[in-house]
């Protein structure tokens, strides 16, 4: 290897990984369109020889381009705008579904104000938006990746038949293939992102329901890691997970069904934002009041240590519910639920497909 001169000699070079370098105006000339035609930046020119930089904004977009990257990040990115403009909405839920103050949405609305001022409403926020990215983000990519995983799975299955086990003399075949992709997907969405954040939404549950007691993330972190050590942050963590699977499962079989028969009796390849705007609501609305007896023992196990009173286990808590307010109190605070859930599953299926779109285009289709 070696560089070409004015005058047609070699200069020889160490081996230090590069092309050969043309120094002169034809051979600049060709060098340039070398690299033009194999897709790579225009070389700058340092001295007498043409230097190659490393082309940053092609690489990032490439990586964005990467399919699971990009759902990944359009989960983040949907959770955090609508979380943004929602979180007044979270903390009257919340206060009312752990029986704080006022027992209607307008008298908690009220009483937020008065007690804190219209920032009260944010309560919690920051440890809100530092839990939904990373939530909604491994939620979305996770729904994704393992619907799609399980879809070609299933296409295999079809052809080399499905799994089995063996029991002495008996095999028997696992019927992997009679299981919903979209269902399994849901499922492992929200149990991956309650396992990593899990943490935060009970830091954010603590200072929203006593922020005198819990003014910040650090002190927060801080009481409960002192008092009931790591198991604290995971407080509530079964019913949780229990509450989370007929959720997560059922919201997003819902939201996948409904799409795709609207799009397939409509004859369309995809749907405009208020149509998915209406079809993310209805879908979290239906999950959320499935589930809603679980959420009402899961924040009563979270947040119990407050009022001096934690029921050992979930099934203590509905007990617990039920001796205290009936049957009804096992739905208290689901208007305000429904409220925050039907916006929030709205907005947030709308922002991703709208994120998916800019970020993916063809690849959705393919």
Known sequence: MGVEVAAGKKLALASIGFADVRVGAAGDAAYKED????????????????VRLPDVGAAVKNFLRNREVA???????????????????????????????????????????????????????????????PTQ????????????GMASAQEK??????????????????????????AIGGAAAGIAGTLVCHPLEVL?????????????????????????????LYAGLCPTLVGMLPYSTCYYFMYETIKTSYCRTHKKKSLSRPELLVIGAFSGLTASTISFPLEVARKRLMVGSLHGKCPPHMIAALAEVVQEEG????????????????????????????????????????
């Open 35 to 50: 690299l033009l035609g194999m897709g790579l930046p225009e070389p700058r020119v340092v001295g007498d020889l043409p």
């Open 71 to 133: 759902e990944f990040m359009s989960g983040a990115l949907a959770g955090a705008m609508t979380k943004a403009v929602l979180a007044p909405l979270e903390t009257i839920r919340t206060r009312m579904v752990v029986g704080v103050g006022s027992k209607h949405i307008l008298g908690s609305f009220m009483e937020i104000v008065e007690q804190n001022g219209w920032q009260g409403l944010w309560a919690g926020n920051t440890i809100n938006m530092l839990r939904i990215i």
């Open 137 to 148: 983000a491994i939620e979305l990519g996770t729904f994704e990746y393992v619907k799609r």
């Open 157 to 182: 299955w079809k052809e080399d038949g499905c799994p089995k086990i063996q029991l002495g003399n008996l095999e028997i075949e696992l019927p992997f293939h009679l299981l919903s992709p979209v």
């Open 204 to 232: 954010k549950d603590r200072m929203t329901v006593n922020r005198e007691a819990y003014p910040s993330i650090a002190i927060a972190f801080s009481k409960i890691y002192r008092t009931d050590g790591i198991a604290g």
């Open 327 to 366: 049957i009804k109190g096992l739905f208290r605070g689901w208007a305000a639920s429904s409220l925050k859930v039907m916006p929030t599953s709205g907005v947030t299926w709308m922002f991703y497909e709208a994120w998916k779109d800019l970020l993916l285009g063809s690849q959705l289709h393919t």
